[in-house]
């Protein structure tokens, strides 16, 4: 969360607002044990998720559909995650929650809940909403959170995935991902002539909307790892040209044309510079660029073809794909160039590599015996895990907290298209996001500040 009694910046249809959503503690009521028992071990390999009790939220005063609505959506983020089971309404015992009282735990337990969720949205006099909620640990009998929130009744939505955030947090001990959106290239028209626009939903598939109206072709969006800004490469004439684009105030800047750019730049982890593949002749080289001087700094020079370079974390290291051994493999070296470490030797080819968020480990597009998997490696090349294959699959972006990526997978014929896809990190939480259109090139958002 962004902090106790703390203004956060709200957007309504991605404008910014007058009001700001204002977040402030509640004071625990009920009993109070010594020590909270709920909690979830998030280093497992395969977590069972932890069953949780959501009440639909009471409404006084106010719409009692939208806070069922805010009730769902929040629901829908924890159970999203694979780490939360929320239990089925119509096992509860307890009906007609205040957020003010005391729950009788023992019709919770009875029902095997360990997590209890209670909330209210109030309409205010001046026309905000006032919505609170409380985290129960059921074993415990104990409060573990409560806080309350005025906003403006448009943004109930995204106040919702704010609480979720909430719960995720106190419960798994690490920053959830809820209040987040995804670019991608929305694809429309016939396989052969498609119209490709960038366009931007939140993480959940709801409140789409396009950045560009197609009349230029548009590629590889990628996120600022600091801001709500994002690079892509778009075709408006026979090479490529990078532009940087606010995604609140819409405004585009060129960042330069660049004839034989495959991929869009990534962003340095301050978000200060890009780095990025620039093709001379038969090879390709990696560049950084600063974005405020605009002067680049070569980092490879070979013979081979080396590109989608990466940037860990703490901006030290950089990972790439290269042929420079006679296939696409994965390499890391200084942020300053120099000696490159191959870090990939399974069978098949490497390429799309993105380092985590938490610098723990870097996702990759591997392709073998005509099948193309999701994988995730350390940074030394050891442990690596597939945790997804198919006709199709490419372009692994991570969730800011570094336990989500979203991907595209193609589907084959003549009426098939890509289609966005996550996957968490245990690999067996893999759902599609619904998107208007076909959709791909997906690229995670910061969290919304």
């Given at each position: 969360?962004?902090?106790i009694?703390?203004?956060?910046?709200?957007?309504?249809?991605?404008?910014?607002?007058?009001?700001?959503?204002?977040?402030?503690?509640?004071?625990?009521?009920?009993?109070?044990?010594?020590?909270?028992?709920?909690?979830?071990?998030?280093?497992?390999?395969?977590?069972?998720?932890?069953?949780?009790?959501?009440?639909s939220?009471?409404?006084?005063?106010?719409?009692?559909?939208?806070?069922?609505?805010?009730?769902?959506?929040?629901?829908?983020?924890?159970?999203?995650?694979?780490?939360?089971?929320?239990?089925?309404?119509?096992?509860?015992?307890?009906?007609n929650?205040?957020?003010?009282?005391?729950?009788?735990?023992?019709?919770?337990?009875?029902?095997?809940?360990?997590?209890?969720?209670?909330?209210?949205?109030?309409?205010?006099?001046?026309?905000?909403?006032r919505?609170?909620?409380?985290?129960?640990?059921?074993?415990?009998?104990?409060?573990?959170?409560?806080?309350q929130?005025?906003?403006?009744?448009?943004?109930?939505?995204?106040?919702?995935?704010?609480?979720?955030?909430?719960?995720?947090?106190?419960?798994?001990?690490?920053?959830?991902?809820?209040?987040?959106?995804?670019?991608?290239?929305?694809?429309?028209?016939?396989?052969?002539?498609?119209?490709?626009?960038?366009?931007?939903?939140?993480?959940?598939?709801?409140?789409?909307?396009?950045?560009?109206?197609?009349?230029d072709?548009?590629?590889?969006?990628?996120?600022?790892?600091?801001?709500?800004?994002?690079?892509?490469?778009?075709?408006?004439?026979?090479?490529?040209?990078?532009?940087?684009?606010?995604?609140?105030?819409?405004?585009?800047?060129?960042?330069?044309?660049?004839?034989?750019?495959?991929?869009?730049?990534?962003?340095?982890?301050?978000?200060?510079?890009?780095?990025?593949?620039?093709?001379?002749?038969?090879?390709?080289?990696?560049?950084?660029?600063?974005?405020r001087?605009?002067?680049?700094?070569?980092?490879?020079?070979?013979?081979?073809?080396?590109?989608?370079?990466?940037?860990?974390?703490?901006?030290?290291?950089?990972?790439?794909?290269?042929?420079?051994?006679?296939?696409?493999?994965?390499?890391?070296?200084?942020?300053?160039?120099?000696?490159?470490?191959?870090?990939?030797?399974?069978?098949?080819?490497?390429?799309?590599?993105?380092?985590?968020?938490?610098?723990?480990?870097?996702?990759?597009?591997?392709?073998?015996?005509?099948?193309?998997?999701?994988?995730?490696?350390?940074?030394?090349?050891?442990?690596?895990?597939?945790?997804?294959?198919?006709?199709?699959?490419?372009?692994?972006?991570?969730?800011?907290?570094?336990?989500?990526?979203?991907?595209?997978?193609d589907?084959?014929?003549?009426?098939?298209?890509?289609?966005?896809?996550?996957?968490?990190?245990?690999?067996?939480?893999?759902?599609?996001?619904?998107?208007p259109?076909?959709?791909?090139?997906?690229?995670?958002?910061?969290?919304?500040?």
């Amino acid at each position: 969360m962004r902090g106790i009694l703390k203004h956060i910046s709200v957007l309504a249809g991605r404008k910014v607002l007058g009001a700001a959503i204002v977040a402030a503690a509640l004071v625990a009521i009920g009993p109070r044990p010594a020590a909270a028992l709920v909690e979830i071990d998030i280093t497992q390999g395969n977590i069972e998720p932890l069953p949780i009790a959501l009440p639909s939220f009471s409404a006084e005063g106010g719409d009692s559909k939208l806070a069922s609505d805010m009730t769902n959506v929040i629901a829908a983020d924890l159970k999203r995650s694979g780490l939360f089971r929320p239990l089925d309404p119509a096992s509860f015992i307890q009906k007609n929650m205040s957020v003010n009282s005391t729950p009788r735990f023992g019709d919770w337990r009875q029902i095997s809940a360990q997590a209890l969720v209670t909330g209210t949205v109030i309409k205010q006099p001046d026309g905000r909403l006032r919505a609170e909620f409380r985290l129960w640990d059921v074993f415990a009998a104990e409060q573990m959170l409560g806080q309350q929130f005025y906003t403006t009744p448009e943004n109930w939505r995204r106040l919702a995935h704010i609480i979720a955030d909430a719960i995720y947090e106190r419960l798994t001990g690490e920053k959830g991902y809820f209040d987040t959106r995804i670019v991608f290239v929305d694809e429309t028209g016939p396989k052969d002539k498609r119209v490709k626009r960038l366009a931007i939903m939140d993480q959940d598939g709801a409140n789409t909307r396009y950045l560009t109206r197609g009349d230029d072709l548009v590629l590889t969006p990628r996120f600022s790892p600091t801001s709500q800004e994002i690079t892509y490469m778009s075709y408006g004439g026979a090479d490529p040209s990078v532009y940087l684009l606010n995604i609140e105030t819409g405004q585009r800047e060129i960042v330069g044309n660049f004839p034989g750019m495959t991929f869009a730049p990534r962003f340095s982890p301050d978000g200060q510079s890009v780095i990025m593949s620039l093709q001379q002749g038969g090879n390709a080289n990696i560049f950084k660029m600063d974005l405020r001087s605009r002067r680049t700094t070569r980092l490879t020079n070979t013979a081979a073809i080396d590109t989608s370079p990466s940037y860990s974390p703490d901006g030290s290291r950089i990972v790439f794909e290269s042929d420079r051994g006679g296939t696409q493999q994965l390499y890391v070296m200084g942020a300053n160039g120099g000696q490159a470490q191959r870090i990939s030797f399974g069978p098949g080819r490497y390429s799309t590599p993105v380092w985590s968020p938490r610098g723990d480990l870097i996702a990759f597009t591997k392709q073998h015996q005509g099948r193309f998997m999701i994988g995730v490696m350390r940074p030394d090349g050891k442990g690596e895990r597939i945790l997804t294959e198919g006709y199709h699959n490419e372009g692994p972006a991570w969730s800011p907290n570094g336990r989500v990526l979203v991907f595209f997978r193609d589907t084959p014929g003549a009426t098939g298209g890509p289609q966005v896809w996550t996957v968490d990190l245990t690999g067996y939480n893999e759902q599609r996001l619904e998107t208007p259109a076909f959709a791909s090139d997906p690229s995670w958002s910061p969290l919304i500040d």
